[in-house]
């Protein structure tokens, strides 16, 4: 569990803490919107490759070699992007990043916490995890911005992947999720690569705002120091979302919580562009984090209860970043050619298509 959860942090934290890593970027380097959804683009793809190539090296190769590989590259391009001071430069290292550090990473990790006998549980622990480190590297944000010769955001990206090197001696022998179903007779695995088309289109909702979170706040002159504390305080309270999705299980289903928490997103994407005080804009944060990452373990433990033997489970990372980058691409274009008024419209629409494509494939497939 605490390994799964290392790798989980490690390949994606960063959609968590993109509005400081973006705000540096546009402060230091005069980066406009549409870049930031260039490069965020760019960091996503390279992770949504990993986690397709993932299918075939999972079982072909010595799962700790490949976590030393993926820890080792994703320090050093970190550490290469934090120096990067150029456009182009800064595209091509996320892209490196995510293809050959986080993306690597962040695949190991749903094998390891799919494979436990609660998945559920486990995507709410390993969730957890990630949103506390985001709420570290957010609440310190204003002081990593003052680190000398480039982006301190990406600092403790850098760093984090040492304590999987440390904690390798968990990492599991077995084939990972597979093995937990060997024998079992296969179901179908078209509904749940459905689900997994699904959830990259519900991510989109969350992409779409949470890369302009501070962006948007910063057009309505908001002090910088009143942005980040609502940050901080907001990506710490998502960790309600998904310690409430770990302890409720599936006793409730899973659509159903996570229609709930669609709506629910959408309207505190529209309170949030209607707040001037910290108070409020972290109460608005709040509800986005508690609500996105309650829906996303839902989401996350759906794909494994339609496909029991884990073969699907490694296209999660594909689904996520695929959808956190496309909405944050297009929220950027539509921003650069609107306002920032456009941020509920947008979510909406991709919340709602999120929704009725899980609708169908749960009612195509079988959940257990």
């Known amino acids: 569990m605490l390994l799964g959860s290392l790798l989980y942090a490690a390949g994606s934290a960063i959609m968590y803490v993109l509005p400081a890593y973006l705000g540096e970027l546009s402060s230091q380097l005069g980066v406009n919107e549409a870049q930031m959804g260039s490069v ?40 290469a992007a934090f120096f990067g001071r150029s456009f182009g430069w800064l595209v091509a290292t996320r892209f490196l990043t995510g293809l050959m550090g986080e993306g690597i990473l962040f695949s ?51 760093i984090l992947p040492l304590a999987i090197l440390m904690a390798l001696k968990w990492m599991p022998r ?49 002090p910088g120091e009143t942005i980040s504390i609502a940050l901080a305080v907001g990506n710490t309270a998502g960790l309600l979302g998904s310690v409430m999705a770990a302890w409720q299980g599936d006793r409730w289903g899973r659509l159903g919580p996570i229609t709930i928490a669609s709506a629910a997103l959408c309207l505190s994407v529209v309170m949030y562009g209607h707040c001037s005080s910290a108070v409020a804009l972290a109460a608005a944060l709040s509800a986005f984090n508690i609500l996105w990452n309650y829906a996303a373990v839902y989401e996350m433990a759906l794909v494994v209860a339609l496909d029991p033997a884990g073969r699907a489970a490694v296209g999660i990372p594909a689904a996520q970043v695929t959808g956190f980058a496309a909405g944050g691409m297009i929220s950027g274009l539509v921003i650069t050619g609107a306002s920032y008024g456009a941020l509920p419209a947008v979510v909406s629409a991709f919340a709602a298509g999120g929704l009725l494509a899980l609708s169908l494939c749960l009612w195509k497939g079988t959940v257990p």
């Open 174 to 222: 077995g084939g990972g999720a597979s093995a937990r179903e060997s024998g079992a007779v296969r179901p179908t695995l078209w509904p749940a690569l459905l689900a997994i088309g699904a959830m990259a289109i519900w991510f989109a909702a969350p992409g779409a705002f949470w890369t302009f979170a501070e962006s948007a706040a910063v057009a309505r002159n908001i």
């Open 40 to 79: 965020t683009a760019a960091e996503n793809i390279g992770i949504a490759l990993a986690s397709v190539l993932s299918m075939v090296w999972l079982t072909r190769f010595d799962r700790r070699k490949v976590a030393v590989t993926g820890a080792v590259f994703c320090i050093l391009f970190n550490f």
């Open 108 to 158: 190991l990790a749903f094998s390891v916490l799919g494979s436990t006998r609660n998945p559920d549980r486990s995507f709410g622990i390993g969730l957890t995890t990630v949103v506390m480190f985001g709420s570290l590297v957010l609440g310190t944000s204003t002081y990593l911005d003052r680190v000398p010769y480039g982006t301190g955001a990406l600092l403790p990206l850098a």
